[in-house]
């Protein structure tokens, strides 16, 4: 894979690869206002039983969760912008993970939280949500952590991802906390997002072995 820009779009490979990917990804923001108020919205679920939430009694998280949803990933892409591979790699691990995000969520759809305090996220709300601020239906698994997730895997750097890694054990216990999520929102978040990475970054060896 090119290990510079000037590399990079100079390779007719690289640039069809990330301009695919883009597109995935304003597809998939495009389906989102539908799909959780016209599919999702009214769809049944189980309400779990979460054992985490006898220790946690319910508390408003949002700020600090919107702040380390939106400065983990800022942090990421501003140290490795000079890094082609991996701008690639979180474009495609965020869309495909994602899209399996749509699917589970209407495979497995779940019942919002008892005592759930709605995520104040404007980012989600104006763009996932179509507007509705209370939409509480956004469960298995967390979105929220599998992308924070996703940044600490392309980490290399030790310090960089000790840092990341925590901002996603954090995140993920807030939104437990907060009644945003279950337990199992969060797991199931780290397992398909180790999973895609893990896949991703395979294919991408044998896509770009002879460049």
Not at 113 to 121: S, W
Not at 151 to 178: C, D, F, N, P, Y
Request: proline share 5%.
């Amino acid at each position: 894979m090119p290990l510079t820009w000037k590399e990079a779009i100079s390779n007719r490979k690289y640039v069809l690869h990330l301009v695919f990917w883009l597109v995935g990804l304003a597809i998939f923001v495009m389906v989102l206002p539908h799909f959780f108020n016209n599919v999702l919205l009214n769809k049944p679920g189980p309400r779990l039983d979460d054992y985490a939430f006898r220790f946690l009694a319910p508390r408003d998280w949002s700020p600090v969760i919107f702040a380390l949803v939106v400065g983990a990933p800022a942090l990421f892409l501003f140290a490795n912008l000079s890094s082609p591979e991996k701008i690639l790699v979180i474009f495609q691990c965020y869309v495909v993970v994602n899209f399996l995000r749509i699917l589970s969520l209407y495979v497995f759809t779940l019942e919002t939280p008892e005592g759930i305090i709605p995520l104040v996220d404007p980012f989600l709300e104006k763009v996932a949500y179509g507007g509705n601020a209370t939409y509480t239906k956004d469960l298995f698994f967390s979105g929220h952590t599998s992308t924070l997730f996703i940044v600490s895997l392309a980490e290399k750097r030790r310090g960089l991802r000790i840092v990341l890694i925590m901002s996603t054990i954090l995140i993920g216990l807030l939104l437990v906390w907060q009644r945003v999520h279950y337990t199992i929102d969060v797991v199931g978040a780290l397992l398909v997002t180790f999973a895609v990475y893990r896949g991703i970054t395979s294919l991408n060896r044998l896509t770009f072995r002879q460049d």
